[in-house]
């Protein structure tokens, strides 16, 4: 045993006194790192971005919630229909969701920044969206799009303070995108990389919440089925995501029109697969598998025809007064076939799609017989059938 005493030094067994030893102050070895330190803090830019971020969320906070449309059906089938009227956004469609959440993603993550072009590859209702978040928040906005866009669509951009830039193909929108946006060191925003992760799917008012929110009074509050078709696949992720998330028994269907290779890809566990055409269905289809479309999130897929889609808008005109556009049609013909089957296995509930954007956007289009005939486009058996199931709840064999 060593005993100590108040000096420091300690005795051993034997007796003897042995100093206590000392310890050399540490020093670090010459070849030790120093610490590099970078500061990037930028107050002006930091208030910038905290006031663009107020700009947008504002723009939600003053927006009421969009419209939940019932269908009318026979009461004795005992099956609600109902259409999410996403046409009664500012800019008048379903992107305008999509651009509040990537642009708020794209503040957030510091990519855009003031002065610098936020550039979109697209010519349709989402660079309209996007188009008005810029000009919302201060900066300059590029689509990149065909030269074959309509000039209807060129001129909603451009009402909103966008530029349009136009490639030869449509295949080039992509790279050129990217392109530009290292030319002019702006923010390429890739919808089609980010939507599927720019909304909260967990919730905070996304689509799938209003919906829930605003069947909760209805006597089906939990719908059998979700239709939602699919450009960017990102909404129909976040729907998917949310009714997996609340464990809700919804299944989700997504519908695909013509020449988009969705469906296919899904069918066939096939992430490469492709279509060599684009889509007749402004708004959704798409020739390549994008990397928003979630195929494992959603239960059942259907592929249908144009004509189909553009005879359902035209029922729809009939039956609630509103014209929609073709993406509305092909979401409405996949939801009454739904339809069709629970009433012929006798069982109640509801079922959900979406009124994507308004008609009067497509008047030369899906509701003009010249276009149709030029697009060798026949909805005459497609109205046959809608017209035959509404009125005897029988949808005849396809």
């Known amino acids: 045993m060593t005993h100590r005493d108040g000096s420091g030094s300690a005795t051993g067994r034997d007796g003897t006194s042995t100093e206590a030893p000392t310890t050399a102050p540490a020093t670090a070895p010459p070849s030790a790192p120093a610490t590099v330190d970078v500061d990037r803090s930028d107050s002006g830019y930091r208030a910038w971005l905290k006031e663009a971020v107020r ?7 003053r927006s009421a919630d969009t419209h939940l449309l019932l269908f009318p059906l026979p009461e004795r089938w005992g099956i609600d229909l109902y259409l999410k009227d996403e046409s009664t956004h500012p800019t008048g469609s379903l992107k305008h969701r999509l651009a509040r959440s990537l642009f708020l993603y794209g503040l957030c993550n510091g990519w855009i920044r003031p002065g610098k072009p936020v550039i979109e590859a697209s010519s349709g209702s989402t660079a309209v969206s996007e188009a008005y978040f810029a000009k919302l928040i201060g900066v300059p906005f590029i689509a990149v799009m065909p030269r074959t866009t309509s000039p209807e669509k ?35 925003m890739d919808q089609f990389t980010y939507a599927e992760r720019a909304t909260d799917w967990r919730g905070n008012n996304n689509i799938a919440e209003s919906i829930y929110q605003q069947l909760r009074l209805e006597r089906y509050p939990e719908p059998a089925w979700i ?8 909404t129909s992720a976040t729907i998917a995501r949310y009714v997996h998330y609340m464990q809700h028994d919804t299944r989700i269907c997504v519908p695909d029109p013509e020449n988009s290779c969705f469906f296919d890809g899904w069918t066939r566990h096939d992430p490469t697969a492709h279509s060599e055409r684009g889509s007749r269905i402004e708004g959704i289809g798409r020739p390549r598998m994008e990397p928003s479309f979630v195929p494992g999130a959603i239960d059942r897929m259907m592929k249908v025809p144009d004509a189909a889609s553009v005879a359902a808008v035209r029922v729809l005109e009939r039956a609630i007064g509103r014209k929609a556009g073709g993406s509305t049609g092909t979401g409405l013909w996949s939801a009454l076939r739904i339809v069709a089957e629970m009433v012929a ?49 029988s949808w005849p064999e396809d």
């Not at 700009?55 to 906070?61: L, P």
């Not at 239709?227 to 990102?234: D, K, S």
Request: hydrophobic residues 35%; negative net charge.
């Open 55 to 61: 700009k947008v969320q504002a723009d939600a906070n």
């Open 154 to 188: 060129c001129r909603l951009i451009e009402f909103h303070g966008g530029r349009c830039h136009f490639v030869s193909e449509a295949r080039m929108i992509y790279q050129e995108s990217a392109d530009l946006a290292a030319r002019t060191g702006g923010h390429f």
């Open 227 to 234: 239709v939602a078709t699919a450009g960017t696949g990102g």
């Open 345 to 393: 296995a006798g069982t109640t509930g509801s079922v959900v799609t979406l009124l994507c954007d308004p008609g009067d956007r497509y008047l030369d289009k899906y509701y003009a017989d010249t276009w149709l005939a030029e697009q060798g486009l026949d909805i005459g058996p497609y109205t046959a059938t809608l017209e035959h199931f509404l009125a005897t709840g």
